[in-house]
C-alpha cells in the first residue's frame, strides 16, 4: 500500500508537469502571433486550455479517491456549521437553501464534509441558477442517520441511477471543466467503507434527492 501511494503521487505529478507545459505554449503561441492568429484559430487554442484542466482536474480527483483508504481520527462535528459553510463556499447567492436542523455527533469529519460539499457541489452544476433550490435534512435511526440533499435541477434518468457512481461516468459533456465524474465514486467509496449505503431519487426534469446512511 505504502508504495503504491508512492507510485500514485509520483506519477500524478509527473503527469501534471507536461500539461502545465502545454498550456504555457498555447500562451506563447497567442503572445507572439498576436493579430496574425485567424478567429477560427483562436477558437481552436482556447478550447486546449480546457481539456488540459480537465486532466489536472481528473488527476487531482484520483489523487482523492487513492487517499481515501487513509484514517482519520474522530471529532465532534456540528454538521448544521460545516454545511453552512460548504453552502457559503460553492452555492451562488440566488438559490434558495433550506437546512433543516442537523445533528452535532463525534465522526470522522473530513470523510463526511467531502461528502456533502460533493453532493451540494453536483446540485449547483446541474440546476438552473435563476431558480435554484436546495433543501439539506436529515432523519436520525437508532444506529444512524440518513441525510438528503435535494435540488430541483435536470433530474437523472431511471437507468442511469447507478452507474453515475462509477468512476469517469458523468452526465455533463466530457469537456466541460467542472466535471470530472470522479466526485460521486469518492462519495461511493467513503460510503461503503462505512458499510452504509446511498442511493438517489430522481428522474429526468424533475430534480435529484441523494440520500445517504452514516453511523451514529
Known sequence: NNELESFTYTVSHDLKAPIRGIHNVVKW????????????????????????????????????????????????TDVNEMVREIVDAVVPRNFKVEINPLPVFATERLRLEQVMTNLISNAVKYTASENGEITISCKTFPTYYEFAVKDNGIGIEADYHEKIFELFQTLREKDEKESTGIGLAIIKKIIDDLHCSIRVNSSLGAGAEFVFTWPR
Open 29 to 76: 503561441i497567442e503572445e507572439d502571433l498576436g493579430d496574425e492568429i485567424s478567429p477560427q484559430m483562436k477558437r481552436y487554442l482556447s478550447i486546449i486550455p480546457q481539456r488540459t484542466k480537465r486532466m489536472e482536474n481528473l488527476i487531482n480527483g484520483l489523487l482523492d479517491y487513492a487517499r481515501l483508504r487513509e484514517k482519520i481520527k474522530p471529532e465532534m
